[in-house]
Structure formats: structure tokens, C-alpha cells
Nanobody, 114 residues
Framework: VQLQASGGGLVQPGGSRRLSCVVS????????MGWYRQAPGKQRELVAT???????HYADSVKGRFTISRDIGKNMVYLQMDSSKPEDTAVYYC?????????WGQGTEVTVSS
């Protein structure tokens, strides 16, 4: 199982960015998918998750600004980042929970700066 994240880059404060992540390999059922992030000098933290049934969970710091979505048929998960803030600067990692095992993508870096 491999995860490939993309979409990172430079975003101006208040701007938007869409991150994507695709899962490939021997996959039967993907349970939940989601995103974590790790800012410089900080621990990795949960950003958002989405289950197969579409139940979403967001960190308080991104609630109302970020939107997670999922294309089950394409084994993809997305993170729409709106109203970005400098404190959103981090490396964003996608994950997929498959048969109770969590698989990680390589990370995509987002920098929010003017």
C-alpha cells in the first residue's frame, strides 16, 4: 500500500489551497482517511478525518476553514484549505486506515506567508 500526497506550496494569508492524496496497492477496504500536519519544532497533530460513511472530524484550529472530502472509487482524499493563516504552515501528511493498520503518505509542505 502506498500513499502519494500532492498540492502543497506557497499560500498567501487568507488564501486557499487544495491538497490531494491517492492510495494505491493491494487494497480491499479503506476505513478512515485523513490528514495530519507537523509544523517546525512541533509535534504532528490531527487536522481532519473522514470515515467511509462520510463522518468528518476536524481539529478546532481548522474548523470552519478546512474541508475534508473523499472519493471512495478513486481511493483519494482531499483537504480544501480556505482562509489560510500563517500558523497553518506545516508539512501535511495523509493517512489511510486499512484493516486496522495506518499507512502514511510522504508529506506535502504548505507555507502560508505573504
Amino acid at each position: 500500500v502506498q500513499l502519494q500526497a500532492s498540492g502543497g506550496g506557497l499560500v498567501q494569508p487568507g488564501g486557499s489551497r487544495r491538497l490531494s492524496c491517492v492510495v494505491s496497492g493491494s487494497i480491499f477496504i479503506i476505513d478512515s482517511m485523513g490528514w495530519y500536519r507537523q509544523a517546525p519544532g512541533k509535534q504532528r497533530e490531527l487536522v481532519a478525518t473522514i470515515t467511509t460513511s462520510g463522518i468528518r472530524h476536524y481539529a478546532d484550529s481548522v474548523k470552519g476553514r478546512f474541508t475534508i472530502s473523499r472519493d471512495i472509487g478513486k481511493n483519494m482524499v482531499y483537504l480544501q484549505m480556505d482562509s489560510s493563516k500563517p500558523e497553518d504552515t506545516a508539512v501535511y501528511y495523509c493517512y489511510a486506515l486499512i484493516h486496522s493498520r495506518r499507512y502514511w503518505g510522504q508529506g506535502t509542505e504548505v507555507t502560508v506567508s505573504s
